[in-house]
């Protein structure tokens, strides 16, 4: 089975494009969030990408 990437999903990857050089940190799939993926540095600093529904764009989620 070949796995396609729906528009949110590539939303939220052309986000992370924009605003990450992706060589320098991790991308990993986070099902908790709708289209969500979890970034982490070089430093262990982590954020959660998303695809908000209801406002229709992509938000970010820092850990407190």
Known sequence: M????????MKVMDW????????SVVVVDFKVL???KRI???????????FDYFRNEVK?????
């Open 2 to 9: 070949i796995a396609t990437i729906n528009e949110y999903e």
């Open 16 to 23: 992370i494009n924009a605003n990450f050089d992706v060589s």
């Open 34 to 36: 709708p289209y969500g």
């Open 40 to 50: 982490v540095d070089r430093n262990g600093e982590e954020m959660a990408v998303f």
């Open 60 to 64: 970010t989620f820092f850990p407190e």
